[in-house]
T-cell receptor, first 114, second 110 residues
Framework: DTAVSQTPKYLVTQMGNDKSIKCEQN?????MYWYKQDSKKFLKIMFS???????INETVPNRFSPKSPDKAHLNLHINSLELGDSAVYFCASSQVGTGNSPLHFGNGTRLTVT | GQQVMQIPQYQHVQEGEDFTTYCNSS?????IQWYKQRPGGHPVFLIQLVKSGEVKKQKRLTFQFGEAKKNSSLHITATQTTDVGTYFC??????????FGAGTRLFVKA
């Protein structure tokens, strides 16, 4: 029944490791996103895909690489993790461009880099 | 670049008191959305305002969109402990990008 599901919920890893976060939505939405929420709760968009095509790529280190195998899935791979990558990462989806329709967020993945 | 400023950053209220958070955009928006994030949770969509001067109500919550479509407010009447959380405004640009405000964290003391 979960509309936007992401895994894992928690991720604890050491600096230098590579990790992936997976996201799936069953809402039939065309657009998916990755947001990063830092310790001050600020929500910053990282990437957006529309029908598997990358349409937003904010100023994000190229250690972060999104992949959308189909429009229901958007995964995030992070190489060479750094301490500053510690944050909560939210996947989200919307029917069309988010300027016109609301975002549905997943439960978040709390990433801790030690 | 385009920014959405939100104030206050924090608000402590006694249960039963009213609460208001304000958003201002540096540019005209196509719409404004409001989200609530409970502690430890994820942002949940509350409402979207599209028209200039629009006012919408959801029980004790009143949402307004300014005439110039550059500012918005959320007012909660007679807060309850269940209102605790962070309230975000998010400005829609009509495309694929939504600009989030920094959020207002509401604390309610019983």
């Amino acid at each position: 029944d979960t509309a936007v599901s992401q895994t894992p919920k928690y991720l604890v890893t050491q600096m230098g490791n590579d990790k992936s976060i997976k996201c799936e939505q069953n809402l039939g939405h065309d657009t998916m996103y990755w947001y990063k929420q830092d310790s001050k709760k600020f929500l910053k968009i990282m990437f957006s895909y529309n029908n598997k095509e990358l349409i937003i790529n904010e100023t994000v280190p190229n250690r972060f690489s999104p992949k959308s195998p189909d429009k229901a899935h958007l995964n995030l791979h992070i190489n060479s993790l750094e301490l500053g990558d510690s944050a909560v990462y939210f996947c989200a989806s919307s029917q069309v461009g988010t300027g016109n329709s609301p975002l549905h967020f997943g439960n978040g993945t709390r990433l801790t880099v030690t | 670049g385009q920014q959405v400023m939100q104030i206050p950053q924090y608000q402590h209220v006694q249960e039963g008191e009213d609460f208001t958070t304000y958003c201002n955009s540096s540019t005209t928006l196509s719409n404004i959305q409001w989200y609530k994030q409970r502690p430890g949770g994820h942002p949940v969509f509350l409402i979207q305002l599209v028209k200039s001067g629009e006012v919408k109500k959801q029980k004790r919550l009143t949402f307004q969109f300014g005439e110039a479509k550059k500012n918005s407010s959320l007012h909660i009447t007679a807060t309850q402990t269940t209102d605790v959380g962070t309230y975000f405004c998010a400005g829609g640009t009509g495309g694929f990008k939504t600009i989030f405000g920094a959020g207002t964290r509401l604390f309610v003391k019983a």
